[in-house]
């Protein structure tokens, strides 16, 4: 079986979870003998493909053309949403320029009008208008007309799945694919000794990410806090108020190597992830799987793979926080987390399951 993924242009060069995702779940698909083929072009050609596989529902000055081209072709397509709506992010911690219109036009409104903006700016940078129509500048009307052009979506969770059918009105057969996590990269070292009262967050510095409420939270603890990441894109001066905000127990790593990583997993007691949502956060299911303490945000789909082997906090309520790392500070080690993961929670896993809705949207 041949398959065409569509991938977004700055899939490397501005890396993110999705990155890690889309890769390695490509080269587990590989190693079972299909033949995935990733490209960013702008209008690839479908022929010799027997499946198209588009990502990200939300990027639709991208995806929208596209649906236009399968549409045509009547390829079988599929895709992998990875999506949650960020009413509430918008609401209350969407910086800058950005923030403001979120909050005067409203959430839906906000989202057309982003829609618009990435859309122009889509035509400008590929010099041409073919992508641009009518329809991709209503966020709402597009997503439905990608959600329509697919045979199966693959959300990440059952919660997504349910979601993506309450806000656009579409039922589309699905197969769920866990996210995952590599037990060959990151797996618990019992002869590793944890510091007992550390904090490690893990991911891009942004304001989704609310890395500044946990600096918040954590200032009058007894802990260490370490946050291992980049600016996100459009967020160095969200990085800048991190930094101006931290005390001298906060320490900035920077990106670091996955065995960097994994090092700084095995040596942490908590590790703490409270964006305003996540799907649910590959940091999360990396650091369980090295015999991390968790701390969550609930929002997202993180209760369905996380239940009760986490501590969760609002990721508005600082107090909330620093209640949610005092319980994991104080809580046993939780192995069974780690086993679960490494059984259920694995590319092999979200091979099968792409795999099985390849053969679905084939019938």
Avoid at 47 to 61: E, K, M
Avoid at 136 to 146: D, N, P, Q
Wanted: positive net charge.
């Amino acid at each position: 079986m041949r398959a065409l993924w569509l991938v977004r242009r700055n899939l490397t060069h501005h890396p993110g979870g999705d990155t890690t995702q889309i890769l390695q779940t490509a080269a587990a698909l590989r190693s079972i003998g299909l033949d995935v083929v990733t490209t960013d072009a702008a209008a690839p050609d479908f022929a010799g493909f027997d499946v198209v596989h588009l990502f990200h529902l939300d990027r639709l000055w991208e995806n929208e053309f596209h649906a236009r081209r399968i549409r045509r072709s009547r390829v079988p397509a599929v895709l992998s949403p990875i999506y949650w709506p960020a009413d509430e992010f918008d609401r209350a911690a969407r910086a800058g320029v950005q923030g403001f219109l979120a909050r005067v036009l409203g959430s839906g409104p906000y989202q057309s009008a982003r829609l618009a903006q990435r859309q122009a700016l889509h035509c400008i940078q590929t010099a041409s208008l073919r992508t641009l129509s009518f329809r991709s500048l209503r966020f709402r009307a597009a997503a439905r007309f990608l959600l329509d052009s697919v045979r199966v979506i693959l959300p990440n969770s059952f919660a997504e799945k349910s979601i993506i059918s309450r806000r656009f009105g579409v039922e589309r057969s699905a197969v769920i694919v866990p996210n995952a996590a590599d037990a060959g990269l990151f797996s618990p070292d019992p002869a590793a000794p944890r510091a007992a009262r550390s904090v490690l967050c893990v991911g891009r510095i942004e304001p989704r990410k609310n890395q500044l409420a946990l600096i918040r939270a954590l200032r009058e603890m007894d802990v260490s806090l370490t946050l291992v990441g980049g600016a996100g894109r459009f967020s160095a001066s969200y990085l800048q108020r991190c930094r101006r905000e931290a005390n001298a127990s906060v320490r900035f790593s920077g990106p670091l190597s996955h065995d960097q990583l994994a090092a700084h997993y095995r040596r942490a007691a908590v590790h703490a992830c409270v964006s305003w949502y996540e799907t649910p956060g590959l940091s999360s299911l990396e650091a369980g799987l090295c015999g991390c303490r968790l701390v969550v945000t609930p929002g997202g789909c993180t209760r369905e793979y996380f239940g009760e082997d986490a501590e969760y906090a609002e990721p508005g309520d600082v107090e909330s926080i620093r209640a949610a790392i005092a319980r994991a500070l104080a809580a046993p080690q939780r192995s069974a987390l780690a086993q679960r993961i490494a059984r259920e929670f694995t590319w092999e896993a979200a091979a099968r399951q792409t795999l099985e809705a390849y053969q679905l949207a084939l019938r």
